[in-house]
Every structure is written in C-alpha cells, then in structure tokens.
C-alpha cells in the first residue's frame, strides 16, 4: 500500500498491484525493492529456457525456437513457423506451450454470452463415462437397448407404473438388474446427444467434418481430441471421467482453470519454484525442527490469485474487460510470494535419480507369436533432490519412462524386434538444450520421416519436423538434458543417447508404455524441471550450437530433404548435474537386455544370416556389420 501510483510511466517500468480491491500502477524497479515479485503477464513472455541472452558485443544470442514458440501460444503461427489460418487455434496447453493471455481474453469475452446455454450440463455431468464403439457394434447396442426399451414400457403399463425408475421395485432381480442397466444406457445415450451440442457450441468440429448424429464416428472423435487438448485433459480421445466432469461445466468455469493452468507457469517462472506437491518428505532446518517439504507451486499461485483478485471466474472475467488486448503488450503484476525454504540459494547442489521400475527384457510374444509380457506395477519415477546440511531432499517425484522393446529398420530394408533399453549408474548431465533436434539414425522407419499438411488448402506430403524438432512434437520435446559419463584425462564424454527430455507420447508416461531409452517428462514439467536446474547452477549460455546437417530419402516416389541447421539452444552446466539411473526389478525369464535384433512374427525375411544392429556388442566384436 505504501507504494504511490504511477501511471504516468512508461510501459517497460509500469507494474499492477492491486490494494484494497482497486487496481494501480506503479514503478516495477520500486516493487521489486519492496519485495514484491513480478509476474510477467505479457504476450513476449516464455519459459527461462528460451530467453535470449547477452552475447557480450551489445546484441543477443538468438534461440531459434522462440519465435516459433510465441507464435504458436499466441494462435497466431502453426508447428512449422507458418501463419495460422484466420480462425484456428492451437489448443497447445496439453504439450506445454500455454495460451497467451489475449487468447484467454478473447476466449472469456466471447464464452460470457454462454452460447452452450442450451446444453443440459446436468445430464453430461451425470454420466461418468460414455463408451465408444465401432459403427457395427454401436448399431447393434442400440438395437439391444430399443428393444430393452420396449420390453420395460410393456411392463411398465401392465404394472400401472409412472415411471421406469419404479419398476426398479419388482422382485425379479433378473428384471431388475436389465432395468438398471437400461436406466444407465438411456443416461449415456442423452448425454451423448448433450456431448454433441456441447462441441458444436465450442466449434469444435471441423468445419467440413461429416458427423451421423448419435454416433462416436471420426468426425466426433476429433471433436473430442479438440477439446480434451484445449482443456489439458489426458483422456486418450476416449468420454472418460475427466473429459465428462470437463464437458458437464460452464463454459466460463473452464476457461478460469485455463487461466489458473497459465498463471501457474508465469508465477512458477517468477518464482523460480519446484516443488509442486508430487512427494511428500520432512527435512531437519538449521534450527534442528523437523520441517515439510513444501508445495511451493501451489503456494506461488494461490498468493498471486488472491492478490491480484483473480479467485473466481467472475472476477477474471472483469479482469480482461478492464484490460483490452493491447494492455498486455506491458502488463506485469506485483505480488508478495511466500518466503522459500532454506535450502534454497543461487548454487544449490541437485542430483536426479531414476528408478527404473520394473524391467522385462524377454521379447513381447511367445513362441507361437502371440503377445506376452508380465505386467509391470512399479513404473519408472524421475526424483529431483538438493543435498543440504547432510540430507537428501527430495523436491518432485514424476512418472517417467524406461527403453523397451521396439520396431527397428535393419541394413536388409526389413523391420525387426529390438530391445533399446535405458543405461543403468551414474552419470551427469553437462549440457541442457533448449528447442532441441533429433538426428533420426538410417535405422528409423522412413515413413516416420513424412506427413500429411494442408498446404493451400490442398493436402500434400512434406518432410515430418514434428519428429525431428525442434518443436513440441519431437522426439526430444522442448527441452532435454544429456546424460554421459564424464570424460577423463582429457577424452571426450561418452555418450549413449539417452537423454532426460520432454514429450508429447503423454500416454507413454502415463500408461504401461516405452520409450526408445530416454526418460520422458511431460513437456511442461521438463520445462519446469530444467528452468529451476539453470538458475539454481552455474552455467555457460552457449547458445545456438550451427549444426547444418541435410539427408535425403525416398518415400513412395519422391525424395525429400530434411534441413537441421542448429541443434538448439545450449546451456553448460559446471559442475555437471549428477545423475543416477537405478537398475530397477528384472521381471521374467531373461536377466539381461537382448542386444541382437529379433525377428518379428508373421513376417517373411529374405534368406541369409540375419543384420547385426551396428552398436551391438556383436558388432563391436566383429560379429557382422549393418
């Protein structure tokens, strides 16, 4: 309160706070003084990752990926660098590209005159899950539950009953259970129909999009892929719980958690915080108590809301009428954060460790070719700790993955088995890159290396850069750590490929699935993650590393050309960040990963002795060549 209004200041000095319930301006450099801390609500604003550095002689070391990045949040470019179409959104949030807050503006403005008022949310809402069936299988349902219908109704007016919910009340349990079950098929099939009005409301159908009412046809599954990315929901394109809880609320309702969602990472940046509630563990303080680690995240964002008065939906919808799109060309807020723990400091010694869970190394199918595999129950865990005052402090615990078995392309131009598996000991990381690129080895399948984009609004085959980065999509997502074994008396470090990155195979890490060796991290927790692990450590902006690698290859009939001319945007960490990769539980009969490919089954293999993948053991020992 003490700090006096200032708006006569230019725009780069100007910083909101709010008092009593009203809104004010004053002098940014005087806030910070005070204590306060600015949260950067501004359309320029990205992750620590991908902010530009001095280069020393007065100009910047440009991260290529940035402007890709603005773009992309502010709906105004697509994966490609290229200008979005009028109209289109890009709905990134899921893959750890947030909305800017003039997208979430105009989206507020246009939902507060409610255009799904006519959509019965209570009936969504009532049904936690809708299943979805194949067109055959979902007219046969269908017929099964008319003709339930018709069987209860008859029954219905033979029993002089009101309703089909009394006829719950008959003896026959064999009649009451088909009563029971037709109740909750009729329940889902109206809720259906509200699911149906609710995407159109949203306009998320694709413009052209040829959808049979009633039907969960591709037409309604892209909808629902629509809006589950425009909502941050991990449901697999499928009517779940968490999609159906999401479809059953106001319009307005979801777009204050997207606003929530987005404030989040602007204050966790601010912050510059971790710990997000994802393990719970006590500490000794100085003092000798015995103190929680706490969630430092969650603390960060509710102090800012309550400050600012963004704690309702209503309240942040007057928010953005107060603020017209052009204020956040300057906007920051002033806020008071809770104080940080005291084993936080500028240099604080982190390690990671990875658990790798449990670890089937026999192939994926018996010997009559069917898939086997014991189920894993311990999957892999990624944890981030600081050492102070002797103890191992654990800040966040995250689902992570492990290599398994995988498709392999051999020299012979055919697919195999091969067991990619992660390195186990320890390691460091010494470099982290931002916006980072995957050199695809001539063992990728080559139609991993193309993709359908409407181009002119004709659609054509282009190279895939979604696979290779850099960008969101790619193999190494936003951001990736190298782990090596640090080099001695003067060599090089040796590295294995596996890398700590971010990734949009979300169901890889929520679900019992692999990866090709490297432990994925949800894109917005690897950005997260490396965020703090650079600004609690010393390091070396390198910035743009010039990479200028090319490669042509032949699909169907044409050739392609890829281009990388950067690897990404580097950071150097010294001290390197210590590492350690667990072994894990070996499950099954075989104890050790198979180095040699494996045939797959059904598949016809030209005669000969079988490729030996290049850095195989056997290869190394002169056992064959790719």
Same mark, same amino acid.
């Given at each position: 309160p003490s700090l006096p209004a200032r708006a006569d200041l230019p725009p780069e000095r100007r910083a909101l706070i709010v008092v009593d319930g009203q809104e004010r301006i004053v002098d940014a450099e005087e806030a910070v003084r005070a204590g306060l801390t600015l949260i950067d609500l501004r359309d320029q604003w990205t992750p620590y990752i991908f902010t530009e550095a001095p280069d020393g002689e007065g100009g910047v070391l440009t991260n290529r990926y940035r402007a890709v990045y603005l773009g992309l949040a502010a709906d105004t470019a697509d994966a490609d660098g290229q200008p979005l179409p009028h109209g289109e959104h890009n709905f990134l949030e899921l893959y750890g590209i947030p909305p800017t807050l003039p997208v979430l503006r105009a989206r507020f403005l246009a939902d507060e005159k409610d255009a799904c008022a006519g959509v019965d949310l209570a009936a969504i809402a009532a049904v936690p899950s809708i299943p979805a069936r194949e067109a055959k299988a979902e007219a046969k349902e269908t017929a099964r539950v008319d003709a339930l219908a018709r069987k209860f109704e008859k029954l219905?007016?033979? #029993? *002089? /009953?009101?309703?089909?919910? !009394?006829?719950?009340?008959?003896?026959?349990?064999?009649? /009451?259970d088909e009563a029971k079950g037709l109740q909750k098929a009729l329940a889902q099939r109206t809720a259906f129909g509200e699911v149906e009005k609710r995407l159109l409301c949203e306009s998320l159908f694709a413009p052209r999009a040829r959808h049979a009412p009633g039907r969960f046809d591709e037409a309604m599954r892209t909808a629902v892929i629509r809006f589950q990315h425009k909502h941050k929901l991990y449901d697999a394109a499928a009517l779940r719980p968490d999609t159906m809880a999401a479809l059953g609320k106001r319009l307005l309702d979801n777009d204050y958690a997207a606003l929530v969602r987005t404030i989040t990472e602007r204050v966790v940046s601010a912050a510059n915080v971790l710990e997000d509630g994802s393990i719970e563990a006590t500490y000794q303080g100085a003092s000798g108590q015995t103190l929680p680690v706490r969630n430092m995240v969650d603390e960060a964002r509710r102090a800012t809301l309550a400050q600012l008065g963004l704690d309702t939906p209503a309240h942040a919808l007057a928010f953005f009428q107060r603020h017209p799109a052009e204020d956040f060309q300057w906007l920051r807020a002033a806020?008071?954060?809770? #104080?940080? @723990? !005291? =084993?936080?400091?500028?240099?604080?010694?982190?390690?990671?460790?990875?658990?790798?869970?449990?670890?089937?190394?026999? @192939?994926?199918?018996?010997?009559?070719?069917?898939?086997?595999?014991?189920?894993?129950?311990? =999957?892999?865990?990624l944890t981030m700790r600081v050492k102070y005052r002797g103890q191992l402090i654990p800040l966040v615990k995250w689902r992570t993955t492990i290599g398994g078995w995988r498709s392999d392309l051999a020299s012979n131009g055919y697919e195999y088995f091969r067991y990619k598996g992660s390195d186990i000991g320890p390691r460091v990381w010494r470099h982290v890159v931002s916006g980072p690129v995957w050199i695809a080895p001539n063992s990728t399948p080559v139609r991993a290396l193309v993709k359908d984009k409407v181009v002119n609004r004709q659609s054509q085959l282009v190279v895939n850069y979604?696979?290779?980065?850099?960008? =969101?999509? &790619?193999?190494?997502?936003?951001? #990736? /750590?190298?782990?090596?074994?640090?080099?001695?008396?003067?060599?090089?470090?040796?590295?294995?490929?596996?890398?700590? +990155?971010? &990734? &949009?195979?979300?169901?890889?890490?929520?679900?019992?699935?692999? &990866? +090709?060796?490297? *432990?994925?991290?949800?894109? +917005?927790? #690897?950005?997260?993650?490396?965020s703090f692990v650079l600004q609690h450590r010393p390091v070396k902006i390198i910035g743009d590393r010039a990479l200028n690698f090319a490669r042509q290859f032949l699909w169907k009939d044409d050739v392609y050309e890829l281009r990388l001319p950067s690897r990404g945007y580097w950071y150097e960490l010294d001290p390197p960040l210590p590492i350690n990769v667990l072994e894990g539980n070996i499950l099954g009969k075989t104890k050790k990963p198979i180095t040699t490919y494996v045939p797959k089954p059904g598949v016809a293999y030209p005669p000969g002795p079988m490729p030996v993948p290049p850095d195989s053991p056997e290869a190394r020992a002169g056992g064959g060549e790719e």
């Open positions: 219905r007016l033979d #029993a *002089h /009953a009101a309703t089909l919910a !009394e006829m719950t009340t008959i003896q026959d349990p064999r009649l /009451a806020v008071r954060l809770p #104080a940080v @723990p !005291e =084993y936080y400091s500028p240099d604080m010694d982190l390690s990671v460790e990875v658990d790798r869970g449990d670890v089937i190394y026999d @192939p994926p199918f018996d010997e009559k070719g069917r898939p086997q595999g014991p189920p894993r129950k311990h =999957y892999p865990m979604d696979e290779v980065g850099p960008g =969101y999509l &790619s193999a190494y997502g936003l951001v #990736a /750590a190298y782990n090596v074994v640090p080099g001695k008396d003067g060599k090089e470090d040796w590295d294995n490929g596996v890398r700590v +990155h971010g &990734s &949009s195979e979300i169901l890889s890490i929520k679900q019992d699935k692999y &990866s +090709h060796g490297c *432990h994925r991290l949800m894109n +917005h927790l #690897a950005v997260r993650l490396f």
